[in-house]
């Protein structure tokens, strides 16, 4: 029996009943949203068209989703202030179990793993680990906007595909523009402690400013930053290659000029932080963007389906097989600089 957590007062907490609802809701709606597509598709035309997939084209697809993960561990390592170093092994583990929490964990949880997974695993610290997960969202989201407008250029995108790009920018431009401001604080110079020896609350956030930009060295090295942004930019376009690899495999020709709209589609609707993994929201994004390139509605879902589970088999896969070959290899947390991998798992409420 779970227990009942309790307030200062000796009463439940309210907030804990309603929290107990909150995953379960999730997949219950990302259920029901899954639900209503294949409704619209047609479950017998969706069987029908999974029927014939040619397997070679499947592995494929399932290839150069993989290759995502050695491409994010690359651009990691970069990303790593110079004083911090983590074998690249080391680092694809990490990566790993970081796409394996994401994709199974709630938004939220899913992203401190990846801070955990840096620091017990790869020996990173404090702001070293907050530097690499900063870099990688401004970086990500300078991908997604090039892929945008790249389909944009191509094609013309559904109004809600417009509206979307058009917040990806501006939210991505902001982010940008904060952290190459706090990456250039105080000329990169951690500030000085004053005269008394005591710090005040304002003294001590001024530190941990100063700190966070000294880490932040990728923003100030052009070089650098051009690789980091080259290989974010390669896994996306992995992707891409991956749902190519699925239109194939269901015999499905499309121009390739729209797979920067598909893979758009996909990257817009699993903003959405509806349920792990971004069930139902994915396969809805790519369902109607392929009815508007003119797909049967049966063969958009299959479509649909057959691409995102090409993409989560790489990424639950490897990190499945990371914690699994890490937890029963004997002594192996007690190699260099490491700690066991942070097993991801959910708090009962």
């Given at each position: ?204 956030l001024w530190m941990a400013v100063g700190a966070f930009s000294l880490r932040l060295e990728v923003l100030r090295d052009g070089r650098r930053y051009l690789l980091v942004q080259t290989l974010l930019c390669s896994m996306k376009g992995a992707e891409a290659v991956g749902i190519l690899c699925a239109q194939k495999a269901l015999g499905i020709d499309l121009p390739l000029s729209s797979l920067p ?89």
């Amino acid at each position: 029996m779970t227990p009942t957590l309790l307030g200062h007062d000796g009463r439940p907490r309210p907030s804990q009943g309603r929290r107990r609802w909150v995953w379960p809701a999730c997949w219950l709606g990302a259920g029901a949203l899954l639900a209503f597509t294949l409704g619209r598709a047609g479950v017998r035309d969706v069987g029908i068209a999974l029927g014939g997939a040619h397997p070679g084209w499947l592995v494929l697809a399932l290839l150069a989703n993989l290759l995502i993960l050695f491409l994010w561990a690359s651009a990691w390592k970069v990303m790593l202030p110079r004083d911090t170093s983590i074998r690249f092994g080391r680092m694809w583990e990490i990566v790993a179990v970081t796409a394996f929490s994401q994709n199974t964990m709630p938004l939220l949880l899913g992203h401190a793993s990846s801070a955990v997974a840096l620091s017990r695993h790869g020996g990173a610290r404090g702001a070293a680990v907050l530097s690499v997960l900063a870099t990688q969202e401004v970086t990500e989201g300078v991908a997604k906007v090039t892929v945008l407008l790249l389909a944009a250029s191509l094609a013309p995108l559904p109004s809600w595909m417009r509206a979307g790009a058009g917040a990806i920018a501006l939210a991505a431009g902001a982010f940008a523009l904060l952290l190459v401001g706090i990456s250039r604080f105080r000329g990169g110079e951690a500030p000085a402690m004053p005269e008394t020896g005591k710090a005040g609350l304002a003294h001590r956030l001024w530190m941990a400013v100063g700190a966070f930009s000294l880490r932040l060295e990728v923003l100030r090295d052009g070089r650098r930053y051009l690789l980091v942004q080259t290989l974010l930019c390669s896994m996306k376009g992995a992707e891409a290659v991956g749902i190519l690899c699925a239109q194939k495999a269901l015999g499905i020709d499309l121009p390739l000029s729209s797979l920067p709209g598909a893979l758009g589609a996909v990257m817009l609707a699993s903003l959405v932080p509806f349920a792990p993994a971004n069930l139902g929201t994915y396969e809805a994004g790519a369902f109607f963007l392929y009815r508007q390139l003119g797909v049967e509605a049966g063969a958009a879902m299959a479509l649909a389906l057959v691409q995102h589970l090409a993409l989560l088999v790489p990424f639950l896969g490897a990190g499945f097989w990371v914690l699994t070959v890490r937890l029963a290899r004997p002594g192996a947390g007690d190699e260099e600089g490491t700690g066991d991998l942070p097993v991801p798992h959910r708090a009962e409420a």
